[in-house]
């Protein structure tokens, strides 16, 4: 009995001391498994949706990432083709997309002042006019004989059909000393800019790209280049349009919105690189169709991530719209122009 008792005795001792060793070896592995990287959940894949306006040119970024690259680690981008900037904001406001490129930023602020709450946008990157370069021009045509602004005296010049392109095109012509004849400075065709200058009926044309190379392929005249930035605000870069992105979205997926960054910032790196790769997207019907003559000749918008500088030039920029009268009231740009990382 005593043999059998001290047996039954050691075995359950043996027993105990294997369960104790197995839970104490399943807790620091657990622990362990825990604490390394490599062992936790993925962060799930968010899809942003992004509004764009395939033809325009005021933000060629989305059709850069269609091209090359719309899918990351924790985001992928889901491009909606819209066909006017209302069309966009409407769609933006209705959640129905996440974020939205190259936006005219009168029409941005506008949406600010009209929104029934708090303005839940920011600005991802900005198209900035810069002095002497870009993709913001006016050229006249070569039947006008004009080759520098104060030739424009008299003549008929057409702004792109936008409330902030026509208002700028008679500041410009101001500060160079032209007198403004209001009936004189008119508005374009967005279906076809230079329509007017094949006519005669305008002597030149204020706008973005392609309007400008579409210009110079039939022979037009680049008289300024950067004209909002050189007469207007001192040589700094000048924000024209902003790409925003909603801030529930930011709220909610902080590491998709990184990483769409990070996308952003591939697709500048490869319109700095390959400039010419991406001017010839918009020789593709999706895009536009452009001629190869006209292709070539395209200035790519200069994008800039929300900055100080240029965040100082959109709180002046807010305060001559409503000096003018193009805003009914101020809004805070600040707001808007916010660093994101």
């Known amino acids: 009995m005593t043999n059998s008792f001290q047996l039954r005795l050691f ?3 043996i027993c105990a ?4 060793f197995a839970l104490v070896c399943g807790c620091s592995n657990e622990e362990s498994r825990q604490g390394d990287p490599s062992t936790k959940p993925a962060v799930p894949m968010a899809t942003l949706r992004l509004a764009y306006r395939p033809r325009a040119l005021t933000d060629v970024t989305p059709v850069v990432l269609a091209e090359t690259t719309s899918i990351g680690k924790t985001v992928r981008i889901q491009l909606i083709p819209v066909a006017t900037a209302q069309e966009g904001f409407a769609r933006l406001n209705a959640g129905e997309a996440d974020a939205l490129a190259g936006m005219p930023l009168e029409a941005t602020f506008a949406q600010m002042t009209s929104a029934s709450g708090a303005f839940k946008y920011r600005a991802y990157a900005a198209s900035v006019d810069t002095k002497g370069a870009g993709w913001v ?3 006249a045509s070569k039947e006008s004989g004009a080759t520098k602004i104060t030739d424009l005296a008299d003549k008929t010049v057409a702004s792109l059909p936008t409330d902030q392109a026509n208002w700028l095109l008679r ?14 400075v008119v508005r374009y065709s967005p279906v076809n800019p230079i329509a007017g200058l094949r006519s005669g009926e305008h002597a030149a044309i204020f706008g973005p790209e392609p309007g ?9 005249v680049v008289i300024a280049r950067g004209p909002i930035s050189e007469l207007l605000y001192g040589g700094r870069p000048v924000p024209i349009t902003a ?5 529930e979205f930011v709220k909610q997926h902080p590491e998709a919105f990184r990483e769409f960054l990070d996308l952003i910032d591939g ?14 997207y918009f020789g593709r019907e999706k895009y536009g169709g452009l001629s190869g003559e006209v292709v070539k000749r395209i200035e790519l ?6 900055t100080p500088e240029v965040a100082a030039v959109a709180r002046e920029f807010v305060a001559d719209l409503v000096a003018d009268g193009l805003l009914k009231q101020a809004v805070d740009s600040d707001r808007l122009f916010l660093a994101d990382k």
């Open 17 to 20: 001391a294997l369960l104790t």
């Open 137 to 139: 021009a006016i050229v």
């Open 267 to 280: 697709a500048l790196e490869v319109v700095n690189k390959n400039p010419e790769q991406v001017r010839g």
């Open 11 to 13: 075995v359950g001792w």
């Open 212 to 220: 400008n190379a579409m210009a110079i392929a039939e022979g037009g």
């Open 301 to 306: 918008p200069n994008m800039l991530r929300p």
């Open 171 to 184: 500041r410009i012509l101001k500060k160079s000393g032209v007198a403004v004849d209001p009936m004189k």
């Open 243 to 247: 790409s925003l992105v909603s801030e």
